[in-house]
């Protein structure tokens, strides 16, 4: 066997059911022979109660010497003062874009899903110009929220949307807007978008659909999209519909993607319900690695990882209670490892 040349990466564990996903993603990496040379290091709740700070110095100085990092769920201390330690990273870093592939793997209600959102990581409502007016006696009378488009904003994500699907063999892009009531705000969302387009005419094929009619559009007929290119707050909320196309939440995988930094994670949150209870499906955070494997050059390895993913579950059987399955996540990871020894 070859050795492959380290690559240093930072592993934050997280919170939640976070720890354990890590956990089994390490050990399936490792005996697939993947080359990542971890340093952990805390975030979010586990930072903060280790240290009073969600953010340490330590994590940030880590990615930025990396470039790269896996991350399990974070959540974020309640009370004023305290923003999404997710939105936080991707602002750090300049994490524009977000790449969510949703890829049948266990034929469910809807089979042969082969769909890639593309969601705009810092812009739109998540720059969160939120503030309240009071009115007589009641200090939050009135809720005020702007979002911000920027065009050169839009164009950088839409750019990078038409790259990758010039690059992964995609045939259509479809622009994701509600140009009919938010005019401005994602009017230019859509112009812009469509301008980018016009440079790949006769490459990638293109059209546009009002958010609404798009969720219903996925429930309806999920195989007229091949990749989806969204703001950030319609990405958040079909990424979850995507992801309940293929499954759940528990398959579903994505990428946070800057010009010097890549942070990969699962879709899914803490899932504090079932934290600690040894049942969470790590194949979101698996997937995930995958897209890490295929970013730092290694695809026979990402290849090698969905292939035994896809045996585990489809051949032997092997299922996590999500997936209508019994097994502990152990279980399954025990499982995925013997099928990566024995091929
Ligand atoms: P957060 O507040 O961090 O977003 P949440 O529970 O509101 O957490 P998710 O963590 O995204 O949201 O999950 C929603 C539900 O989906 C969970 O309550 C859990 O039952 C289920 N779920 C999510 N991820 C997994 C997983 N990896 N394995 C099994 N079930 C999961």
Redesign the pocket.
């Known amino acids: 066997m070859t050795t492959l040349n380290p690559i240093p990466t930072t592993l934050i564990p997280g919170?939640?059911?976070g720890p354990e996903?890590v956990k089994a993603t390490i050990a399936v990496l490792e005996a697939l022979g993947a080359p990542f040379k971890w340093e952990t290091q805390l975030a979010g709740m586990a930072a903060f109660n280790a240290c009073g700070d969600p953010m340490p110095p330590a994590l940030i100085d880590s990615i930025r010497k990396n470039g790269l990092a896996l991350k399990g769920?974070?959540?974020t201390p309640i009370g004023e003062g305290f923003r999404s330690a997710n939105v936080r990273l991707r602002e750090t870093f300049g994490l524009y874009a977000n790449v969510r592939p949703a890829l049948t793997i266990v034929p469910g209600r809807f089979d042969k899903i082969d769909i890639v959102l593309i969601r705009e990581n810092l812009e739109g409502f998540y720059v969160a110009h939120e503030h309240y007016l009071p009115v007589g006696d009641d200090p939050r009378a009135v809720a005020l929220s702007s979002g911000a488009n920027t065009r050169v904003g839009i164009n950088r994500i839409a750019r990078y949307a038409f790259e990758y699907a010039v690059k992964h063999g995609r045939k259509k892009i479809t622009i994701v807007h509600k140009a009919n009531v938010l005019k401005v705000l994602t009017g230019l969302f859509l112009e812009e978008a469509r301008n980018v387009a016009r440079e790949y005419e006769g490459r990638v094929a293109v059209d546009d659909r009002i958010v609404d009619a798009c969720a219903m559009q996925l429930v309806l007929n999920p195989w007229q999209f091949d990749m989806l290119l969204c703001s950030n707050l319609f990405g958040d909320i079909l990424s979850?519909e995507l992801a309940g196309l293929v499954g759940?939440?528990?398959l579903a995988p994505g990428a946070n993607i800057g010009k010097d930094v890549a942070i990969f994670e699962?879709?899914?949150?803490?899932?504090?319900?079932?934290a600690g209870k040894g049942?969470?499906?790590?194949?979101?955070?698996l997937l995930a690695s995958g897209l890490m494997l295929d970013h730092v050059g290694h695809p026979e390895l990402a290849t090698r990882l969905r292939t035994a993913i896809d045996l585990t579950l489809n051949q032997d059987n092997v299922k996590?209670?999500?997936l209508g399955g019994k097994a502990t996540t152990v279980a399954f990871t025990e499982a995925l490892v013997k099928r990566l020894k024995s091929a």
């Open positions: 919170d939640g059911i996903v769920p974070l959540s979850d759940g939440l528990g699962a879709v899914h949150g803490t899932a504090p319900d079932i049942i969470a499906n790590p194949i979101s955070l996590t209670t999500d």
